[in-house]
């Protein structure tokens, strides 16, 4: 349920092939590939970036490409997650560029799923050995301001958004939901008030879920992963649209809600982490029939954060 999943990723093999490349060390002591270098200014905190990339494990496996979607990643390079991570190593290239990066597997497993996801997404933990690399394969496609990138996506934004906005429209006169919006922009169908524990902030939820898109399909929850899905209210493990109506549920609670994207998973979607291809593709309104189970106090460990 968390929005956000990885950005970035193009098969340097090709230019492994055309040229050997220098092998140089980041700023912060970790060694990657450089295959071309551009003279232009290096990507930075705050740039847009489009890249194609490819990652694969100790074993050469391709755990992700973004070329099976057809079109490159693009993303903003808000923070650097952890040292040595593949948004530390793109800091030391240009547009243009392509290099491979190699990144600890146990670094990159804990900042991409701990605590996060879909339940019934299969994260295959074996391929995040620790003590092992990742090998990114990267090209810098474009680097944009902050003000160039947003003037970007304002003028291809408004006119997703009306196709999202028109389709929801059209779904809930089609079936006759009659209940107004929340002011945050969620709308939710109550089917049964439970009267058990609130679901505050900090205590550890348990869910049986269906997601559902808007024609019916159904691209997520517990009966396809066999178990239900628990989580931690207010720790931004899932999305705010579940944030935020949560608070207004109780234990034994039974409700649909039908969130608009930008209160999941907005402009981005997510990705299959394996092929790249999308669970949710961007500007996509979804639907969840949700059964609260319980809602049970953080067990007050010393040292234990619910973040």
């Known amino acids: ?8 990723i193009l098969a340097i093999v090709v230019f492994a092939c055309k040229e050997k490349g220098s092998e140089l060390k980041t700023g912060s002591g970790y060694k990657y590939i450089l295959y071309t270098k551009s003279t232009g200014p290096k990507v930075k905190l705050g740039d847009y970036i489009t890249i194609e990339m490819v990652y694969k494990n100790s074993k050469d496996s391709i755990l992700f490409d973004s070329r099976n979607a057809n079109v490159p990643l693009r993303f903003q390079l808000d923070k650097i ?22 990144v600890p597997a ?3 497993y804990n900042y991409l799923y701990r605590g996060k996801g879909i339940s019934s997404i299969a994260q295959n933990q074996t391929a995040f050995l620790e003590g092992t690399l990742i090998r990114f394969d990267v090209k810098v496609v474009k680097i944009q301001s902050y003000e160039e ?9 408004s006119e ?64 396809k992963a066999g178990h239900p899905y628990r989580f931690v209210s207010g720790a931004h493990h899932v999305i705010l649209g579940w944030e935020l109506a949560m608070k207004k549920l109780k234990t034994g ?11 999941a998973y907005g402009e981005e979607g997510i990705r299959r982490p394996k092929d790249g291809t999308y669970i ?19 067990p007050a460990v010393s040292g234990i954060s619910p973040q």
């Open 1 to 8: 349920m968390k929005k956000w999943l990885p950005a970035i």
């Open 160 to 223: 997703k958004e009306k196709k999202e906005r028109a389709a929801l429209n059209k779904y809930l006169f089609d079936n006759g939901i009659k209940e107004k919006p929340d002011s945050s922009g969620y709308y939710m169908i109550i089917h049964e008030m439970g009267k058990g524990e609130s679901v505050d902030s900090g205590k550890i939820v348990t869910v049986e879920y269906e997601g559902r898109f808007l024609d019916g399909k159904v691209f997520d929850g517990t009966k």
């Open 149 to 157: 990138a947003e003037l970007e996506i304002e003028l291809k934004m």
């Open 106 to 108: 146990d670094s990159l």
């Open 81 to 102: 997650p952890f040292i040595g991570s593949l948004e530390d190593g793109l800091t030391n290239l240009a547009a243009n560029d392509s290099a491979t990066f190699f």
């Open 280 to 298: 949710v593709p961007p500007y996509t309104s979804l639907i969840f029939d949700i059964e609260i189970v319980s809602a049970e106090d953080l």
């Open 253 to 263: 609670s039974k409700v649909t809600l039908i969130v608009p994207s930008r209160l």
